[in-house]
């Protein structure tokens, strides 16, 4: 038996060594920001943000500005009827020098212990309680509690449950066995943080809550390390809070992490600058709890450094020694004592305590920076060759030196290739290397346009750069003359990014290439305005074919009266009644609006006004309609003679 709990014992150990590092830490700078918000907060508007900056001024070790006004201010808006403002001012009270409550202060505290109110009054209750030292019956407020639970048992009530819990004596076990309920409502984000989802007010209120309740009971909290360190995580991302509830939790709950008896997450940052060089070949980083604080003698390793472009390992289990200075959270090594190329490099860092008894850290492996090795870089082996394009001819070379200038003026015409031949040194290994950015700047001597072409490295890291002057006269606007060739260089891993004045060239291309412009060819100059033109409306047919449509179209209603004509109309039955006489001008108002539609009303209008006229034609239609149908339903002998 003693073999296993042995066994589960270096386990859990293995584990919490494993856990995830927090990302950063709270800075000087920060500690800084968050005092002078909570500074500002003065002159209060509320009793509530009196407490949350008053106390938040007193977790960062800051004497309360105008102490006397603040307390003041507390007693002048305490009211014993509400618990709320009893617990607010008590703790105000408790931490401003010389303030002091009203002796009734604490009269209604014991009456409002009450299964009618909500686990955050209770809450409110207990505190005041242990700020004005009257005694808790734990008995009676834990069976409270525990119905009140059972009401309402969200995440929130769950922190100020445990609040409660670690205030009261006597078996509170119960209450701290609902930690793990809490726990497992956590969101995970990105696998890095944890977070529950009513904000970061609320998941500082809980965390805080199970440390200091599983410090009441002297049991570790159902947290496991890689949990702690993700909400440590969370809560560290969330510094720059402006509210001064959420900024005053998160502070105390990284007090916490900094206190509690079974975790404390442990950050390793770097804290020298990313690029490192044979100039500055030094690596520092910082390691130190969530506050930026030292946690103590500790043994900080390399284990090692990897290059993320290929996965080349440079060194291995590299010991990081004290800084010099007073900050007792740095550690640095010489990293360019591997000799590694350029690039970017994971360094791995895993720390362990000198005190082997110390079980609490949490991140100790695994733990990485980020890393820049840059160098310096040369050109190399430069060449310029004009080639003739039918290679009728050799090719004429002509070496030059980087940093200096071709001495001679070459010139190419539009029968002829320039090419250009490069390597880039890379002076700390010694060897070619290829860069991010390599182009070839053409600019014209009298109008200064410029023409950057990309240069392209082979399979040795040669870069070869070929114009041919026929093809590209276009790009040149077929502007013969002198231009000055320039070779640009950079990288995101190099010192020395450069723009080499390689040489000039007069190039002479094809008469007639030149493009014709408005403005003398110069790009800078005023361009000529841009008028825009609508589309010339078609020809109207002739006045002939257009009377002869509209005769076209009228000839359908003409044969309709022709045929009435002939055959007679029967209008003996048409009845001039109000519904009748509005049905029939009801229709013809409806015409006459889509023929005004047809020339100048738009959609809506005729919408707008359709639904009058329609809504009354309806009417009368359907009066119309009714009365037809009743006429029907009346014998013949009796229907009055029209």
């Known amino acids: 038996m003693a073999r296993h709990s042995s066994f589960f014992f270096f386990f859990a150990l293995a584990v919490v060594g494993q856990a995830l590092t927090p990302s950063t830490f709270f800075t000087s700078n920060d500690q800084a920001r968050l005092q002078a918000h909570f500074t500002t907060a003065s002159p209060y508007k509320d009793l509530a943000t009196a407490h949350y900056s008053i106390l938040g001024l007193t977790l960062l070790g800051v004497a309360v500005p105008n102490n006397n006004e603040a307390c003041q201010f507390a007693q002048s808006k305490f009211d014993p009827g509400k618990v709320e403002t009893v617990y607010y001012a008590s703790s105000i009270s408790k931490v401003l020098k010389g303030c002091s409550l009203p002796p009734d202060a604490s009269k209604l505290l014991a009456n409002a212990v009450s299964e009618n109110s909500s686990v955050q009054e209770l809450f409110f209750v207990v505190s005041a309680m242990k700020n004005l030292g009257v005694p808790i019956d734990s008995p009676k407020i834990s069976k409270v509690l525990t119905a009140l639970l059972k009401k309402d048992d969200g995440v929130a009530s769950l922190g100020y449950a445990f609040h409660i819990a670690a205030l009261l004596s006597g078996n509170v076990d119960s209450f701290a066995d609902r930690i793990e309920d809490a726990i497992v409502q956590a969101d995970e984000v990105d696998g890095k943080y944890l977070q529950f989802e009513q904000g970061a007010g609320t998941t500082a209120l809980v965390i ?79 390691v130190s709890n969530v506050l930026g604080q030292t946690i103590g003698k500790l043994s900080v390793v390399a284990e090692k450094a990897k290059r993320r472009d290929d996965g080349a390992v440079i060194l291995s289990k590299t010991p990081l020694k004290p800084a010099a200075g007073t900050d007792q959270t740095l550690y640095e090594f010489n990293l360019m004592a591997s000799k590694p190329g350029q690039g970017l490099y994971e360094i791995t860092v895993s720390v362990a305590p000198a005190n082997t008894e110390e079980s609490r850290l949490v991140g100790t492996s695994d733990a990485t920076v980020t890393v820049k090795v840059t160098t310096e870089v040369e050109v190399d082996g430069a060449e310029i060759l004009l080639v003739d394009r039918d290679q009728s001819s050799q090719a004429k070379g002509s070496k030059v030196n980087y940093p200096s200038k071709l001495t001679s003026v070459l010139e190419a015409d539009y029968h002829q290739k320039l090419v250009m031949k490069f390597q880039i040194k890379d002076k700390l290994a010694n060897q070619p290397m290829r860069v991010h950015q390599a182009f070839v700047k053409f600019t014209n001597q009298n109008t200064k346009q410029e023409i950057i072409y990309v240069a392209e490295p082979d399979a040795k890291s040669m870069y070869k750069f070929d114009l041919d002057v026929a093809v590209k006269a276009s790009e040149f606007s077929g502007a013969s003359g002198l231009y000055q060739m320039d070779l640009i260089i950079g990288d995101a891993v190099i010192v020395n990014p450069f723009v080499w004045h390689v040489a000039d060239v007069k190039l002479t291309f094809l008469e007639g290439s030149a493009k014709e412009s408005d403005n003398g060819g110069s790009p800078y100059a005023v361009k000529s305005e841009i008028k825009h033109q609508f589309r010339e409306p078609e020809k109207r047919p002739a006045l002939a074919i257009s009377n002869a449509f509209t005769a076209l179209v009228l000839v359908p209603l003409l044969v309709l009266f022709v045929t009435w004509i002939r055959i007679g109309i029967n209008v003996r039955n048409f009845s001039f009644s109000l519904s009748a006489v509005g049905f029939h001008l009801g229709l013809g108002c409806i015409f006459a609006l889509y023929y005004c539609f047809w020339l100048q009303l738009d959609m809506f209008t005729t919408l707008k006004y359709l639904t009058v006229i329609g809504g009354l034609t309806f009417f009368f239609g359907n009066r119309l309609l009714g009365s037809i149908a009743a006429k029907r339903l009346v014998p013949m002998d009796l229907r009055p003679r029209l």
Do not use: C, W
């Open 208 to 286: 805080d809550g199970a440390y200091a309740l599983a410090d009441a009971v002297k049991k570790a909290p159902a947290i496991n390390a890689e949990q702690a360190s993700k909400f440590a995580n969370f809560l560290v991302n969330r510094k720059h809070t402006a509210n001064y509830r959420s900024a005053y939790l998160i502070l105390k709950a990284l007090k916490t992490f900094t206190s509690n008896s079974y975790h404390i997450p442990i950050v390793v940052t770097l804290e020298s600058n990313m690029a490192v060089s044979a100039k500055s070949p030094i690596v520092k980083v910082r």
